[in-house]
């Protein structure tokens, strides 16, 4: 394959960036921890009318974000925190089933965890997007997510 340009384009952990040798710098990794777990679960009558909104739960047993992807999938988030002992390793499917279970408020609802993620969010910008005849773009040229700019790093275009 021949190009005479280059959009790396390849994420946060950019292999080209990397191949290139430009440096990230910033904050690194944030105090902040989460999983999301996916879930398969028949919620529609629950989630009707709710269906382009996120909806956070919180009652004595569980703290969370439940994202709708549709009527038999959505997505859990929880947040955990290492300086109380907490590790993402915790989060097996059986518990995240039980936290979803105390979130949605239906014991009997029939929840199959798909998969579970652990993130850490990280703050860094590469020295500079452009080398040559390759553009560094999107999570590739700098990751940014919304803290300590109060979300206004999310909404310029």
């Known amino acids: 394959m021949h190009a005479d340009y280059l959009v790396a384009c390849d ?3 950019s ?16 105090d902040e921890y989460y ?13 009707r009318g709710y269906e382009a909104d996120a909806i956070l739960i919180e009652n004595s047993a ?10 038999d999938r959505g997505m859990f988030m929880i947040t955990y925190a290492p300086s109380k002992g907490e590790s993402a390793e915790d989060y097996t499917a059986e518990r995240c089933k ?4 105390k979130g949605i408020g239906k014991p009997d609802l029939a929840v199959e965890v798909v998969d579970i993620a652990p993130w850490q969010p990280t703050q860094l910008v590469a020295e500079h997007f452009q080398q040559g005849r390759v553009f560094l773009v999107g999570d590739a ?11 206004v790093n999310t909404a310029i275009k």
């Open 35 to 47: 999983i999301f777990v996916y879930f398969r679960a028949n919620w529609s009558e629950l989630i």
């Open 62 to 71: 569980v703290r969370g974000i439940f994202l709708i992807t549709d009527e």
């Open 11 to 13: 994420g946060a952990h």
């Open 141 to 151: 040229a700098h990751t940014m997510p919304p803290k300590l700019g109060l979300g």
């Open 15 to 30: 292999h080209v960036r990397e191949a290139l040798g430009v440096k990230a710098e910033g904050l690194g990794a944030l």
């Open 98 to 101: 039980d936290l979803i279970l």
